[in-house]
């Protein structure tokens, strides 16, 4: 089996790794694309860092207080150094998404406001998502009532994007309660262009890394066409038709292939 993507993710802030460029670039070398999640307090390791396949930046709140309440930050300076990381994404030049998890008492008023902070990164996608819940834990107060039904999603994201007239709703994945919103600059002759050329993004970042940098590339670049199943709208609402999903109720199996 060969490796062929990597989610630098979940665990701790991969981009405090002191050698996270060497990290990626080990990556690329062996063509295996590479995905990064920050959860934006560390702005000047984000201006540092070099091309990612994909870089996520976790915008879990949009104001200082439910920020706070949220994620419970270390840092005093932590609103400062979250907008601060916004503004620092603007500048990157590959696909950059803007990650909103919305959880139902704590986040999902606050449309104004994010739409103000997506002016800041100006992201290439804003994909919004409704919390998993995962059992209950000491360490938080979330229950099933704080989890959004898709259909709240789909409605925060429709009112997100009437703020928004540079993006449009892109994609659905109904099973992941998920609704990308991308810039209109991926929807090319009519169709949407969300998905990744992953040969091409690793010619752009060799001849990026042969020339030092001098050579540059965007995400516009490396952009693949998005599949009819996985648009917004479509029957299959994000379901792979190629893939197979099975249903356990008891001890019997349903198959609903491309549901």
């Given at each position: 089996?060969?490796?062929?993507?990597?989610?630098?993710?979940?665990?701790?802030?991969?981009?405090?790794?002191?050698?996270?460029?060497?990290?990626?670039?080990?990556?690329?070398?062996?063509?295996?694309?590479?995905?990064?999640?920050?959860?934006?307090?560390?702005?000047?390791?984000?201006?540092?860092?070099?091309?990612?396949?994909?870089?996520?930046?976790?915008?879990?709140?949009?104001?200082?207080?439910?920020?706070?309440?949220?994620?419970?930050?270390?840092?005093?300076?932590?609103?400062?150094?979250?907008?601060?990381?916004?503004?620092?994404?603007?500048?990157?030049?590959?696909?950059?998404?803007?990650?909103?998890?919305?959880?139902?008492?704590?986040?999902?008023?606050?449309?104004?406001?994010?739409?103000?902070?997506?002016?800041?990164?100006?992201?290439?996608?804003?994909?919004?998502?409704?919390?998993?819940?995962?059992?209950?834990?000491?360490?938080?107060?979330?229950?099933?009532?704080?989890?959004?039904?898709?259909?709240?999603?789909?409605?925060?994201?429709?009112?997100?994007?009437?703020?928004?007239?540079?993006?449009?709703?892109?994609?659905?994945?109904?099973?992941?309660?998920?609704?990308?919103?991308?810039?209109?600059?991926?929807?090319?002759?009519?169709?949407?262009?969300?998905?990744?050329?992953?040969?091409?993004?690793?010619?752009?970042?060799?001849?990026?890394?042969?020339?030092?940098?001098?050579?540059?590339?965007?995400s516009l670049d490396y952009m693949a066409?998005?599949?009819?199943?996985?648009?917004?709208?479509?029957?299959?609402?994000?379901?792979?038709?190629?893939?197979?999903?099975?249903?356990?109720?008891?001890?019997?199996?349903?198959?609903?292939?491309?549901?």
């Open positions: 089996m060969k490796i062929r993507h990597c989610a630098l993710s979940l665990v701790g802030e991969p981009i405090m790794y002191p050698h996270i460029n060497e990290l990626i670039d080990l990556l690329h070398s062996k063509q295996i694309s590479s995905f990064l999640v920050t959860n934006a307090q560390f702005p000047h390791e984000i201006r540092s860092l070099e091309p990612v396949t994909q870089l996520y930046v976790s915008v879990d709140a949009a104001t200082k207080e439910s920020l706070k309440k949220i994620d419970r930050p270390l840092f005093r300076d932590f609103w400062e150094r979250f907008l601060d990381s916004l503004r620092a994404l603007k500048d990157k030049g590959q696909r950059t998404v803007y990650r909103l998890t919305l959880v139902k008492g704590y986040n999902t008023e606050e449309i104004e406001q994010y739409a103000k902070l997506v002016e800041l990164g100006d992201p290439d996608f804003i994909e919004v998502k409704g919390v998993t819940y995962c059992g209950d834990s000491s360490a938080s107060h979330l229950t099933m009532a704080n989890v959004p039904w898709h259909e709240e999603v789909v409605t925060f994201v429709q009112l997100l994007c009437d703020r928004l007239p540079q993006y449009d709703l892109a994609c659905e994945h109904e099973h992941s309660n998920c609704i990308l919103l991308a810039h209109n600059k991926f929807r090319v002759d009519g169709k949407w262009h969300t998905w990744i050329d992953y040969e091409r993004f690793h010619e752009l970042v060799t001849r990026h890394k042969a020339t030092s940098g001098v050579e540059t590339f965007t066409v998005t599949p009819d199943w996985a648009v917004l709208g479509s029957n299959e609402r994000g379901f792979d038709p190629s893939d197979t999903r099975w249903y356990r109720k008891a001890t019997a199996k349903k198959n609903l292939s491309g549901c």
